[in-house]
């Protein structure tokens, strides 16, 4: 080893021994300074020095070093030996101690508790992550089994890396003036706790499928290892979408469609409630601008957890979070989770009802006429007829709810789980509710069990009624037809897919399937009529009104299909179709986002008026004049038709 080289390895070593430069990257100055290297002839080296000339060479030197990378001084200049390589030292400091900070942001975060092996990745080395350690831009934490890390940023933002997890700092620039903030978990969870956002500040948390963007809250996040995620708020507001994935392998057409379907899926998170995003079926490199629309059904959404699946799965990890009461969030009681709401208009009352997701209330403009609070999750959209509303929860209840004071009439209970995607279905004999292993019960309207039939397979849609049967759609793709009287099943026809959704007029049963067709069934006796080709997944939505047949794609197109099998018009709407459509005598009444779509039912044709601020609730509920629809800035909202 050379002289020079041996001691600039003792200037590193003694800079690394010093607490303020603990965290530099001396490794990387060290190789620099090796490599710098300064030609002087010999006829050079004297003691006088000629600053203003030195002032005056600077200019050209560097210009020749960004060249050459080795600095030739003019043999006129007169310098000290010991003055250039000084500056050079100094500019080399200056450089390595400046550049965290001008390219990390201004305020590095740092870790405040540390347990376990946590390895920290920075600038390419590993090194073991301590407390006192500063954090910052495009830094990876790792954390080992049974190891986590508190990382505390400034202006009240707490990261805590949880074990098993690698998360990387995407944005760190925190100040007390201005909070942006990025990370980016790709195995394992976090937990993120930020004070209330001001206008142009975010704090984003993504996993390769998702961002969820943050308005002051406390939250976790969790990556499996199959790729599934799940997000789960403990205070505040979350709001959690689909993303496209950063390495832009979906070709822009196929983008711009999954952008817009993506937003319009987003879910709003409130405390105590949780959603979930699966693995998609179909990768989303593989989709083009002729095939994604189909390919939607296959995607993955964020979905609200219900019944047992909605329970906090991080509150030990949560608890004695920094800022939170040592006793943790599983000792709090978890506070009333609403979220997406639904509305119905109760022509008889003139009045329009929001259904929550543990509550309903009886509303007009600004007034309340009741609000009930149930004990279990409603399981889907209630029936009512005149001023009576029946309503099932995911727990197994049914109940009857008087609409005019809102009060629970009687309560009957069931010995399986209602399926959350179907809704009750009533005739003039008694009320029908389809559970998750595929129990058809009959109650009689004053809540007294009639009989119990057991279908044999999953139930994937509301069952409808027709003559004195009512029909029942199974998982295997089987209709399920049960004497309305005796309770006595028979299959009544095979369609090969599962059944998304079901239609009947008179003696014709209208079967949707999930792989894109349509069927007419005549149960009187046993035959398919006809049979019709979407060739596009549906929302799970169908309207039979007048002899005809109304289809949502989920891709975006509407279908009106006459009662003989026969196309009457489709129309591309231009936006995914995800939220449940409304209707009066001649339109239907479709939100994505901020735009409200209206349909003339007889022509097809297609209006458009956006909206500000946009449609939050799932539907909108539509009167003679008014249209109704619940929004995130203004609550309980209406629009004149």
């Not at 390219?103 to 376990?116: L, Y």
């Not at 100040?175 to 969870?189: I, P, Q």
């Not at 595929?438 to 057991?454: A, I, N, Q, T, V």
């Not at 995914?576 to 003339?600: M, N, T």
Request: glycine letters at 10%; aromatic letters at 8%; a positive charge.
């Amino acid at each position: 080893m050379r002289k020079e080289d041996n001691d600039i390895r003792r200037i590193t070593d003694g800079l690394r021994s010093g607490r303020r430069f603990r965290n530099a990257n001396l490794d990387k100055l060290l190789q620099i300074l090796e490599r710098s290297e300064l030609h002087v002839p010999q006829g050079l080296m004297m003691d006088a020095a000629d600053a203003p000339r030195l002032r005056e060479i600077a200019p050209t030197a560097l210009s020749s070093a960004r060249k050459r990378r080795r600095l030739s001084v003019p043999t006129s200049s007169i310098v000290r030996w010991a003055l250039v390589p000084a500056c050079a030292a100094a500019a080399a400091l200056i450089f390595f101690f400046a550049w965290p900070r001008l390219f990390r942001g201004e305020a590095a975060g740092t870790a405040i508790a540390v347990s376990g092996d946590v390895r920290l990745l920075s600038a390419g080395a590993h090194r073991t992550l301590r407390e006192g350690d500063d954090v910052g831009r495009d830094d990876v934490i790792l954390s080992g089994p049974s190891s986590r890390a508190d990382i505390s940023f400034p202006g009240g933002l707490v990261l805590r890396v949880l074990p098993g997890s690698r998360v990387s700092l995407l944005k760190t620039y925190v100040t007390g003036r201005k909070r942006t903030f990025d990370a980016l978990v790709t195995g394992g969870g976090c937990i993120m706790r930020v004070s209330r956002l001001e206008a142009g500040e975010s704090a984003l948390i993504h996993t390769p499928t998702s961002v969820a963007s943050v308005k002051g809250t406390m939250f976790g996040v969790r990556v499996d290892a199959d790729g599934t995620v799940r997000y789960e708020v403990y205070e505040g507001t979350v709001r959690v979408r689909r993303c496209l994935p950063p390495d832009r392998s979906v070709e822009p057409e196929a983008a711009m469609v999954l952008e817009r379907y993506f937003e319009d899926a987003a879910v709003e998170l409130k405390a105590s409630q949780a959603c979930r995003i699966g693995t998609d079926r179909k990768p989303l490199y593989a989709l083009t601008g002729s095939n994604v629309r189909n390919a939607l059904p296959d995607l993955s959404i964020p979905v609200i957890a219900t019944g047992t699946a909605c329970e906090m799965q991080l509150p030990n990890e949560a608890a004695g979070f920094p800022g939170m009461p040592g006793a943790g969030i599983a000792a709090r009681p978890a506070p009333e989770p609403r979220g997406s709401v639904y509305l119905m208009y109760v022509p008889d009352l003139d009045f329009v009802l929001k259904i929550g997701k543990r509550y309903i209330a009886l509303v007009r403009s600004q007034e309340t006429r009741w609000s009930l609070d149930l004990d279990g999750t409603i399981a889907s959209l209630p029936v009512f007829e005149s001023t009576s509303l029946y309503v099932s929860t995911v727990s197994g209840a049914a109940m009857k709810i008087d609409l005019y004071t809102g009060k629970i009439l009687w309560t009957a209970h069931m010995d399986d789980s209602m399926h959350p995607r179907t809704s009750p279905v009533l005739d003039e004999s008694g009320l029908y509710c389809a559970t998750v292993r595929g129990l058809l019960y009959k109650f009689d309207h004053d809540g007294r069990l009639l009989w119990r039939s057991d279908i044999g397979c999953r139930v994937t849609a509301t069952p409808v009624c027709s003559g004195s049967h009512v029909f029942v759609p199974a998982a295997d793709g089987r209709l399920i037809g049960v004497d309305g009287k005796t309770g006595a099943a028979s299959v009544g026809a095979s369609f090969g897919s599962g059944i998304a959704a079901l239609g009947a007029r008179a003696d014709r049963i209208f079967v949707a399937t999930e792989a894109g067709s349509l069927f007419c069934y005549r149960h009187r006796d046993g035959k398919t009529l006809w049979r019709y080709e979407i060739a596009e997944s549906i929302n799970g939505d169908m309207l039979v009104r007048h002899g005809s047949i109304y289809m949502f794609g989920r891709g975006g197109t509407i279908y009106r299909i006459s009662a003989d099998g026969l196309l009457l018009w489709s129309r591309d709407t231009g936006r995914p179709i995800v939220k449940r459509p409304a209707e009066d005598e001649s339109r239907l009444y479709i939100p994505a986002g901020g735009v409200l779509l209206s349909v003339d039912k007889k022509t097809g044709d297609i209006a458009r008026a956006s909206l500000e601020p946009a449609i939050n609730s799932g539907n909108v509920a539509v009167t003679k004049d008014t249209i109704y629809f619940e929004s995130e800035k203004s609550g309980f909202t209406s629009l004149r038709k």
